[in-house]
């Protein structure tokens, strides 16, 4: 039937009125999906309850909260969550490799089996009927091209957050909630900064049964720290929380937040004098003859024990490396035959599953890239490429694309370099 022939079945203008109504009302609702104004925050916790403001430091916690808009009747307007996105700041760092991982086999069920250990935080979840609900978050085995996954259960259900590298955006890490299987009404989680901390131990839920876990105990692994806060205190931290509804998938609305301080006022962190920077450079030529051609060895090496000192302050990371080469070592861009460029498309096409030479031409490539964190157990793989001259982001004669991969944790590097010869020297 039509929807001509269903409005002239209306006898009435009361009839008419109401058939309008409800034919409209879905679409009406779906519009107002969305977060509650004002309601979103984003904080970073101190061991003492308050805002965490030294930058570079390991936080208690950091925070995340928001809040869905509901009808009179309590129930989320424009249906239910679906997925919820968290875009963290670039340079809050997780390290994975500070707390144990519960396989999948552990977690799944109506009730997780995972160890105390693999706890990581806590979720409190405003449910609809249900009421609030408070869960236990823990650090999973993720799966490849996963740098870590976190998960919950609520009422039985298992809940997967998958967290990926933010590659072209400053390298933030985005933690999506995929698959909510239940109406959430209000969310707080709280991922905890230092996990096996005493200061958690009572929210700290152990196994007392085959079913049963009840929060109040302390962890065995060792005390490292989880969380480190960004070494800038030029602005305030962005955090950027993102939903959409199982009525309308993929039609993403949500809300930026920044950091604050004490009084509640956007604030950036504080102390930058205080994060230490005391970076080593090492080099060498390939070749010791005279005049001859030769490569050149470079290394850069960071200090890192306050990134694993749970009282301490991390090491500042570089935001730009500028090398000078050895007074009389010069390079010439057409010094080989055969050799390509990489053009802007080609480097833009460098993605975590470019297969080799889907990008940047192999015949383009200078050299080779390693880098290695003690946040990952393997190495960051990856290969220096020549640009296309005048055709490059710099429009300079020479540059150079550096692109790296860890393609079993979802980590890739991309790094555009400009090179500037001295027209005289041609150092």
Request: with cysteine.
């Amino acid at each position: 039937m039509n929807l001509a022939k269903i409005l002239n079945l209306a006898k009435t203008p009361i009839a008419l009125c109401a058939l309008i109504a409800a034919l409209a009302l879905p679409a009406a609702a779906q519009a107002d999906f969305g977060l509650v104004p004002g309601q979103t925050t984003a904080t970073a916790l101190a061991r003492n309850g308050t805002i965490e403001e030294q930058a570079s430091s390991h936080p208690a916690g950091f925070a995340v909260r928001f809040q869905l808009k509901a009808g009179s009747d309590g129930t989320t307007e424009g249906g239910e969550v679906r997925e919820a996105t968290v875009d963290l700041p670039p340079g809050l760092i997780g390290n994975p490799t500070a707390v144990p991982a519960c396989s999948r086999k552990d977690f799944v069920g109506t009730s997780p089996h995972c160890p105390a250990d693999t706890q990581v935080g806590v979720l409190r979840a405003a449910i609809p009927v249900l009421g609030l609900l408070f869960a236990p978050v823990y650090n999973l085995t993720p799966p490849p091209g996963t740098p870590t996954m976190f998960g919950f259960s609520l009422f039985g259900k298992n809940v997967f957050q998958y967290a990926s590298l933010r590659s072209e955006s400053g390298y933030g890490l985005r933690v999506s909630s995929v698959d909510i299987p239940l109406e959430l009404k209000e969310v707080t989680e709280t991922i905890w900064g230092v996990p096996a901390d005493p200061a958690n131990d009572g929210e700290r839920f152990c196994r007392v049964g085959e079913s049963i876990a009840e929060p109040g105990c302390s962890s065995t692994a060792p005390l490292a720290p989880y969380l480190t806060l960004p070494a800038r205190c030029d602005a305030p931290l962005q955090t950027t929380v993102q939903v959409d509804s199982k009525l309308d998938p993929g039609n993403y609305v949500g809300e930026t937040v920044e950091s604050l301080d004490s009084g509640g006022n956007p604030s950036p962190l504080v102390g930058c004098d205080a994060v230490p920077f005391s970076p080593q450079v090492a080099s060498q030529p390939t070749s010791r003859s005279a005049t001859s051609p030769s490569g050149l060895e470079f290394q850069l090496k960071l200090p890192d024990e306050g990134l694993t000192n749970p009282d301490g302050i991390a090491e500042t990371e570089p935001e730009k490396v500028e090398v000078t080469l050895p007074e009389g070592m010069t390079a010439n861009p057409s010094f080989a035959e055969g050799i390509s460029t990489c053009s802007e498309a080609q480097y833009a096409a460098e993605q975590l599953e470019t297969p080799v030479g889907g990008g940047c031409p192999e015949a383009s490539k200078l050299g080779s890239v390693e880098a290695r964190s003690p946040l990952l157990e393997e190495p960051i793989v990856g290969s220096l490429y020549l640009a296309t001259p005048y055709q490059n982001r710099f429009g300079s004669l020479v540059a150079v694309y550096m692109v790296l991969r860890a393609r079993e944790r979802g980590v890739m590097i991309k790094q555009a370099g400009e090179v500037q010869p001295d027209r005289s020297t041609g150092r």
